[in-house]
């Protein structure tokens, strides 16, 4: 059923809470309805954002130091895009991290990733009768791993692994098919996006 499911999962984590100040980067690739790979990607937030808040190192635990060797965003998004290729993107939550994304791209002037993509935080809504839609809470519903939460690779292996339940559930072959189970379409990167919460 799900030999067209084939796209990469895509997750960010920020410096401090401005949107762009982007210091981890994960992405998680599936073919054929199976994750084949996962990548994490440390970098230096773009300079005029770059500074680490107290609360967003307790919550992923990448302080200065570990990005202090590490290439600028700007200098890393290549190695992301060369792993994504021409393949759709799913977020958890697409809103924060395709518009931490396209501001990243814009304080650093890196060209935006022409991506279509779609939202597991979303489609989760639609299809799934929850409390609450968070990432944890998708993942333990539908026995998803979710080993080390606000860990960029970890998170995009879990919204990946979520995204290939949902695609089950709805009987959808592909990640197009999937968001017209769910009575909406891939985004394209740049264009209006839609609001949801992480």
């Known amino acids: 059923m799900t030999t067209d499911l084939s796209f990469a999962a895509f997750d960010v984590e920020t410096a401090n809470p401005k ?4 210091c ?5 690739v599936v073919r054929g309805g199976v ?5 994490t990607w440390l970098c230096r937030p773009p300079a005029p954002i770059g500074e680490f808040s107290p609360y967003n190192v307790r919550v992923h635990k990448i302080t200065p130091a570990d990005v202090a060797g590490q290439p600028g965003f ?14 759709p993107v799913v977020a958890h939550n697409a809103a924060f991290d395709m518009d931490n994304l ?4 814009s304080f650093t002037g890196a060209d935006l990733p022409d991506w279509m993509y779609g939202c597991t935080y979303a ?3 639609r299809q799934l009768s929850l409390e609450k839609y968070r990432l944890p809470y998708v993942a333990g519903a539908l026995g998803v791993t979710l080993d080390d ?29 999937l968001a017209t189970a769910n009575g909406s379409q891939l985004q394209r990167l740049g264009r209006a996006r839609h609001r949801a919460g992480r």
């Open 19 to 22: 949107r762009g100040s982007i």
């Open 24 to 28: 981890s980067i994960g992405v998680a």
């Open 35 to 39: 994750r084949v790979a996962t990548h």
């Open 74 to 87: 700007a200098q890393r998004l290549p190695e992301v895009l060369a792993v994504i290729g021409g393949l």
């Open 102 to 105: 396209t501001r990243a791209c």
């Open 123 to 125: 489609w989760s809504k």
């Open 149 to 177: 939460h606000h860990h960029a690779g970890a998170d995009a292996a879990a919204t990946a692994d979520i995204a290939i339940g949902l695609a089950a559930l709805a009987g959808a072959n592909s990640l197009a098919d």
